[in-house]
């Protein structure tokens, strides 16, 4: 089993910044997976980005350079920079983990994120 904790959520104004945090604790693999998926209201949840335990990322094209995916791989923590907010950035961001060849994967519980314009 995985454990995965967000914080760093919170209502900031079109145009400011937010950090999120994940950490993820219990059976963690040398190679993973961390990442963000988000759900805004009335949408179904979509990837925002993923980050290998070797550091390769992949982002979400709608993006546009507007977040930036980092880990501490000693800290087993995720991070989610997200500058430029839009309004339609609002929705309840999600962490994500998966052990490189094991089926399963994990979430966290969210962290809300409102941008307000």
């Known amino acids: 089993q995985v454990q995965l904790v967000e914080s760093g959520g919170g209502k900031v104004q079109a145009g400011e910044s937010l950090r999120l945090s994940c950490v993820a604790s219990?059976?963690?693999?040398?190679?993973?997976?961390l990442g963000w998926y988000r759900q805004a209201p009335g949408k179904q949840r979509e990837l925002v980005a993923l980050i290998s335990n070797c550091g390769g990322t992949r982002y979400a094209d709608s993006l546009n350079g507007r977040f930036t995916i980092s880990r501490d791989i000693n800290k087993n923590t995720v991070y989610l920079q997200m500058n430029r907010l839009k309004a339609e950035d609002t929705a309840v961001c999600y962490c994500?983990?998966?052990?490189?060849?094991?089926?399963?994967?994990?979430w966290g519980k969210g962290t809300q994120v409102i941008v307000t314009s």
């Open positions: 994500w983990y998966k052990n490189y060849g094991t089926s399963g994967d994990y």
């Open positions: 219990g059976r963690i693999y040398s190679q993973n997976t």
